[in-house]
């Protein structure tokens, strides 16, 4: 969808916002059951402010608006903040910030000091305003640069230097335990200038487990290697990969490249094309015997599956370029197919069918002005039931329960419950308020401050995507609050009783056979005492005061899985790779008996990536 459309689409949506206003806010108002309920509303900004108006002072920038992003880390204990300052026409100023989800012990991971017009760089999203994608051990996250106005940029790495031209894209992985940032691939590549551009749809994705990750580079596929820190290429692109995904087992990779291929995530061999007409990848399905691909020919958009046994090729739908497909939590397929007359949109019908693209059945069709509002469902986490701007439906297609959710919605971890926007009038203006209603739309509860202020989800979020407003267990969530006239911009975590408080366990998720495993256990960066420590269901012992717990009796390579668990808080567990005696010494020496330190700030830490930062800042 081009940004005119979006900004159209934007504008009808507020058209309808405010003719249903005042009819949607009093039935609102008369439902006040719901079994969710707020503790408290702490601001996150108030506490990252601080930093950048000492950052704004070193540098001898005044602003009198800064933008703000924001994400998860994968336990949900914390909160990633990028706080932006970008003038029209000026240098930025940039920072990522890293918190507690409390509020508590802000680090700065990375900003751009120095900046000028001669010496340009700024962190950035990609285009669902995505700052970071965190591997699933949540130790590692990566995140987006990019040079502007620079027509020759320096960047010193190491030991090297490498000439690049403006507009380059790099990818940087932040190691939160160690306190080190690295840029990707750098090492491996004579000319970094290769970078020309990077694929801005999966730029860069983590395998399952987390310890590699693959990317785009001048439309050639890289495989990251996390453990020794270089990058593999392993498809040399004639035509250009214009996207790429792992598989669920993260043995293979699919990628588009004049067509629809499938290559070993190793080396590069096993290639096969499946498919010639393939331009958009949409998915693997949950058992990895299918890819569900979309084809674009003569304005119109096609979604075929393709079995990878026999390579069979089953075409779903056809309908406009507008349309689209997402995989359910089950499996299952949920795809719209819109009607065009003259150029304007006047049908939209949503439909269910199984992994294998048969049974297909419409669950809701809107013959109205305002069809494209389908285009907004989305699936529960549990796949029973799917949202869209008007209703909440049954994914069988029993039932619909109709509730004006709009544009802007977002699903509990649990899909017990949905979150959504709701406009106010404030005088002659209009306040944004965030409501959470049951997964049936019953029990409306305003949960964002009765004052007047704006209050908002994240916004942007592609289809079938996992919500960046609650955190992964559900017990928080991130709002935004603007003035009425958008001057101002505050990020709230709003905190849900009833929960159980979030529970970190923290090792190096790699070691060799017969060495000492040291496990921290944390809740928002304090000790958890007499938590309960198992190794693959076996019960091994419990941490200690400090929270720390040592474990060395692992004589059998593999991967293994550690647990704690501790009454009032949440179970916590992540994977441990056990290396034989075989191991390479160059990864046994990057092994390390002691505990990672986890405090002080990354910005006083000299590794590469701040030589390179230098380079480009002039620092």
Known sequence: MNRTLKISLLIMLFLVSIIGVAGTSAALEEQTVNSLEVSDIISISNVTDIYFDELARDENVSYNYRSLLECWNPDGSKVLVLTRYAPLGEPELDALYFLNADGTEPREIIATRNNTMERSLELTANEHFEIARWNSAGDHFAFYGNVV??????????????????????????????????????????????????????????????????????????????????????????????????????????????????????????????????????????????????????????????????????????????????????????????????????????????????????????????????????????????????????????????????????????????????????????????????SDGSGVTQVSPDDNYSYSLNDWLPHGSVSNDWSPDGSRMLIKRNGLNHSSEELLVVRFSGFDEIMSLDFKDYTTVRKDVHISVTSMSQPVQHALITL????????????????????????????ASKEGYLDSGKELTVYGDAYSSVKDDEISDQVDDTGGSMSTILTPIWDWLNGITGN
């Open 536 to 563: 693959d269901g076996r019960e091994i012992g419990v941490t200690d005061e400090n929270g720390s717990f040592t474990y060395y009796i692992i004589d059998e390579p593999g991967t293994h899985m550690l647990n």
């Open 149 to 438: 106005n620079v027509s020759d940029t320096m960047m010193v790495v190491g030991d090297d230097t490498f000439i690049g031209a403006a507009g380059v894209s790099v990818v940087g992985i932040a190691d939160i335990n160690r306190n080190s940032v690295e840029v990707i691939g750098v090492r491996n590549l004579s000319n970094i200038s290769i970078w020309n551009w990077i694929d801005h749809e999966r730029e860069f994705e983590w395998e399952p487990n987390g310890t590699d990750a693959i990317m785009i580079l001048n439309g050639d596929i890289w495989v990251v290697q996390k453990y020794d820190s270089s990058s593999n290429q392993i498809i040399d692109s004639e035509k250009g990969v214009s996207e790429c995904m792992w598989n669920h087992k993260g043995d293979q990779i699919a990628f588009v490249e004049d067509g629809l291929w499938t290559t070993d995530r190793y080396t590069g061999d096993d290639l096969k094309q499946l498919a010639s007409n393939a331009d958009r990848l949409i998915g693997w399905s949950l058992d990895d015997s299918m890819i569900y691909y979309s084809s674009y020919e003569d304005e119109s958009c096609s979604h075929f599956v393709v079995q990878l046994n026999d390579s069979k090729i089953t075409k779903i739908s056809t309908g406009s370029l507008s349309d689209y497909m997402s995989i359910g939590p089950d499996g299952r397929l949920l795809f719209t197919n819109s009607t065009y007359q003259d150029g304007k949109l006047i049908s939209s019908c949503l439909n269910i069918a199984d992994a294998d693209g048969t049974h297909i059945n419409i669950l809701d069709e809107n013959a109205s002005e305002y069809a494209y509002l389908i285009s907004k469902a989305s699936w529960s986490p549990k796949g029973d039931k799917i949202a869209t701007a008007f209703n909440i439906i049954d994914a069988n297609g029993s039932e619909k329960h109709e509730i004006v959710l709009g544009d802007t919605f977002s699903w509990h971890p649990s899909g017990d419950y949905i979150a959504f926007e709701v406009d106010h009038p404030v005088g002659d203006m209009y306040a944004t308020k965030v409501y959470v209603a049951n």
